[in-house]
């Protein structure tokens, strides 16, 4: 496989930016193109950079991360403006109407996990659960029947239940459906707990056995975990939690910061653990039924952008955990005001879109303020059957709004008007 993946990028010359062969790839630094291509070809680079130990795709690939994530990256962890068919804009342009293709942020994914497999730093995986659950899972809608092609940050567009073009409705189940992939990643010495998902998952192949790893969570409404390991074998191994930051890019800064664990228990007993790349370290002989017990802090954070993001200026938005919220028309007499300086509290609303935890405020006028998470947006509205004939024939135009939709404005936004108080 290292092989045939090398010699396919090796092939890569002479070409055009759109598909990333217009340098060889071990010279290419800067994130351009299509962008579904291009987490696909950075996916492979991963990989060939990992097992084969060549320092001209690692340079080359770490400085392709590090350009794409700190400069040309959504808040919902979302890529490609669409400023080019289907990609990349230049750094920092990052218009909120984003095309951000649901293939895409799977293929986002698949990168971000490679360069976890490559380095096992929790950072990988902090950015792709927030692809996860923002971009990818809000592509759908609750009910699974319809799908956005493009996920734009502010927008009045319904989902659609076909595309002329379908590649996203293949891709956005089956990044899904390998939730377990995502969950735990198999070290030399011990094993990766990546992700907070209520879940029963085998792992095999730890320190000569095989492990059942159980966890019981309602993550990401709050952040108690607990997480059984029942080795076949009592085995000496490490379990590696990750301690989440909600700082994920150069481009946005949550504040207050929210990191470390409020509190972590082997057993019962509480445990200091030692905080490496990420992952909290516990080494020990695990034997059937140990229980790990983990207290993640989740907090509401307001977050800014970076002034270089012209469309970002004097907004706000608003995260909680892993989650990006939206206001909508459909909860908010007028979403296009600035929020005001109310103190934020959360509120659980069972009877809203399926359960969600909701974040509530004051707008400036002082009407009340209710954001829900960025997945559960616009399913208030009704979907249609497949895009516009025009938008058919111009897959690079799919998410450009409607003259209907330019007079009444975006129902759903995630950056309000509103400065942060410093
Ligand atoms: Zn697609």
Redesign the pocket.
Same mark, same amino acid.
């Given at each position: 496989y290292i092989n045939l993946a090398k010699f396919l990028l090796d092939s890569r010359k002479d070409g055009s930016e759109y598909d990333q062969s217009h340098v060889p790839v071990q010279q290419q630094y800067e994130a351009v193109g299509h962008a579904?291509r291009a987490t696909y070809n950075y996916s492979a680079m991963a990989d060939v950079a990992a097992e084969t130990g060549d320092t001209d795709y690692q340079s080359a690939v770490m400085s392709l991360w590090s350009n794409m994530v700190n400069k040309k990256y959504y808040l919902t962890g979302g890529i490609g403006s669409g400023e080019t068919s289907e990609g990349f804009g230049g750094n920092y342009s990052l218009r909120n109407n984003a095309y951000c293709?649901? #293939?895409s942020s799977a293929g986002l994914i698949f990168f971000q996990y490679k360069m976890n497999l490559a380095y096992h730093d929790a950072k990988y995986a902090d950015l792709y659960e927030e692809t996860m659950y923002n971009a990818l899972l809000g592509s759908l809608s609750l009910d699974g029947k319809d799908f956005y092609?493009t996920n734009a940050l502010s927008s009045a567009q319904p989902r659609y239940a076909w595309h002329v #073009?379908p590649? #996203?409705v293949g891709?956005i189940p089956r990044t899904l459906l390998m939730v377990p992939t995502w969950t735990y990643v198999r070290g030399d010495n011990g094993v990766y707990v990546n992700m907070f998902i209520g879940s029963n998952i085998r792992v095999d192949k730890v320190a000569g056995t095989s492990v059942e790893m159980i966890q019981k969570t309602d993550y990401p409404w709050s952040g108690d975990i607990e997480l059984t390991v029942n080795p076949d074998q009592s085995k000496e191994f490490t379990v590696y939690v990750r301690v989440p930051d909600r700082k994920t890019s150069d481009l946005y800064t949550p504040l207050p910061a929210v990191k470390g664990i409020r509190s972590l228990s082997v057993n019962g007993k509480m445990i200091k653990a030692d905080i490496r790349d990420g992952y909290a370290v516990i080494r020990r002989t695990w034997k059937k039924g140990d229980k790990v017990k983990v207290v993640l802090p989740m907090e509401i954070q307001k977050v800014t952008a970076d002034e270089r993001i012209e469309a970002d200026r004097g907004r706000v938005a608003l995260r909680y955990g892993p989650l990006i919220y939206n206001v909508e028309a459909a909860d908010n007499a007028n979403i296009d005001q600035p929020i005001g300086n109310a103190p934020l509290s959360l509120e659980w609303r069972k009877d809203l879109l399926g359960g969600v935890m909701t974040i509530k405020g004051k707008w400036a006028d002082g009407s009340p303020l209710l954001a829900i998470p960025n997945y559960a947006r616009l399913n208030r509205i009704p979907t249609t059957p497949y895009p516009q004939a025009a938008q058919q024939t111009q897959p690079t135009r799919a998410n450009e709004p409607g003259q209907a939709v330019i007079n009444r404005g975006p129902l759903s936004v995630i950056w309000m008007k509103g400065e942060l108080m410093k």
């Open positions: 579904v293709e649901s #293939c092609y #073009c590649c #996203c891709n």
